[in-house]
């Protein structure tokens, strides 16, 4: 359909009048506030790495790999319990 968004589109239309200004604002408040929304996201699976990894690592220091794994084994035929 187009190639724009519509709220850039209706910059180029001919006295588009307040109504539908009043909406293309909207739309782009709503972009806007995706965007930082997203931005959080990004944020936040960010520190969930981070602390993952600290945690795994405070793990490793009072258990061996085969432990670990083990608990791991466990974890997954938790999973697909009836």
Known sequence: MLSNPIEKVITYLYEVGDP?????AQVEA???ALKQAEAK??????????SRRL???CVKHGYVD???ET???MCNRQKYRP
């Not at 539908?20 to 293309?24: D, P, R, T, V």
């Not at 990004?42 to 981070?50: A, G, I, M, N």
């Open 55 to 57: 945690l795994l690592a």
């Open 41 to 50: 996201v990004v944020c936040c699976r960010r520190k969930l790495k981070e």
């Open 30 to 32: 709503k972009v806007d």
């Open 20 to 24: 539908i200004l009043s909406i293309a």
């Open 71 to 73: 608990a791991d084994a």
């Open 66 to 68: 085969s432990e670990i």
